[in-house]
């Protein structure tokens, strides 16, 4: 299988930088196109199980705490892929060529909920970051790759800073 489209769902938890840099190297190396965005999932508030019934300001509050996270996780991840834009230099195009590694950065915002599953079944592999306790929507974005949409996914460890080094390989046949 020829691997000519890369996807990268960035959550905006922590440094992501690592991530971006793993998949842009790896569009660099087969001359692939990378398409990056943030997926900042559905944000965690508190809801109110027993329908006591809190104000309408109250949950006016809780709405605004909530938006703005899910902006601040945008913003992190837009900057995280910047950053490793910047350290590549892989180029920047919206139509890929193939004859070098490109990439794009796609504005996912109208998708909150479902980025991996729309956008990763249009790609040859998805990059995902390692999913842990600090990692967001992580482990759902694996299952949704590999499960709904299957797709071969690489998870790029916690700070990696060369690809290929020490691989794993893992099947359930």
Request: proline share 5%; net charge positive; glycine share 8%.
């Amino acid at each position: 299988m020829t691997i000519k489209s890369i996807f990268v769902p960035l959550r905006g938890c922590g440094d992501e930088t690592y991530v971006a840099l793993s998949g842009l190297s790896l569009a660099q190396r087969l001359n692939a196109h990378l398409t990056a965005t943030a997926d900042v999932g559905d944000i965690q508030a508190y809801s109110d199980p027993a329908n006591a019934g809190f104000s309408a300001t109250y949950y006016s509050e809780i709405q605004k705490v909530v938006e703005k996270e899910r902006a601040d996780r945008f913003n992190r991840a837009r900057k995280a892929f910047g950053e490793a834009m910047a350290i590549t230099k892989v180029p920047t195009v919206d139509r890929p060529t193939c004859r070098q590694g490109s990439a794009y950065w796609l504005d996912s915002s109208k998708y909150a909920d479902s980025v991996v599953p729309t956008f990763g079944r249009l790609a040859d592999l998805i990059v995902i970051g390692r999913p842990g306790p600090l990692a967001g929507i992580g482990l759902q974005q694996v299952e949704d790759a590999l499960f709904a949409i299957r797709r071969p996914v690489l998870v790029v460890p916690n700070g990696a800073h060369r690809l290929g080094a020490n691989v794993a390989v893992a099947w359930n046949g």
